[in-house]
Nanobody, 128 residues
Framework: QVQLVESGGGLVQAGGSLSLSCAVS????????LGWFRQTPGKEREFVSG????????YYTDSVKGRFTISRDNAKNTVYLQMNSLKPEDTAVYYC?????????????????????WGQGTQVTVSS
């Protein structure tokens, strides 16, 4: 069973930075495409960013491009999300997720149903 544990959330002022980490317990970490999603009350879980198995391809939703950076360390079984220039609208619970589907070509899913395993989430609050 794959387990994901997020850390690094908290309260920050607008314009500040936070770094999220997600430790993944699996023997085959490099086989997973990984993603970060976020969710606010009453709304669907929203794709934020994703990274391919080898880490050579990344994708971001438009609202975070140029501010957030996703990365992974396959030796440490960890995926990161560096968030800079935070805005109040970034406030949400952030989840990391793993997609176990092996494809012939690189594909980073942007829908929550494309991911098989999820962490419990970490709260990020950005004050104005």
């Amino acid at each position: 069973q794959v387990q994901l544990v997020e850390s690094g959330g908290g309260l920050v002022q607008a314009g500040g930075s936070l770094s999220l980490s997600c430790a993944v317990s699996t023997r085959t970490f490099s086989a997973y495409t990984l993603g970060w999603f976020r969710q606010t009350p009453g709304k669907e879980r929203e794709f934020v960013s994703g990274i391919s198995r080898g880490g050579d391809s990344t994708y971001y939703t438009d609202s975070v491009k140029g501010r957030f950076t996703i990365s992974r360390d396959n030796a440490k079984n960890t995926v990161y999300l560096q968030m800079n220039s935070l805005k109040p609208e970034d406030t949400a619970v952030y989840y990391c997720a793993a997609d176990s589907t092996i494809r012939a070509t690189i594909r980073i899913g942007t829908s929550y149903y494309e991911y098989d395993f999820w962490g419990q989430g970490t709260q990020v609050t950005v004050s104005s």
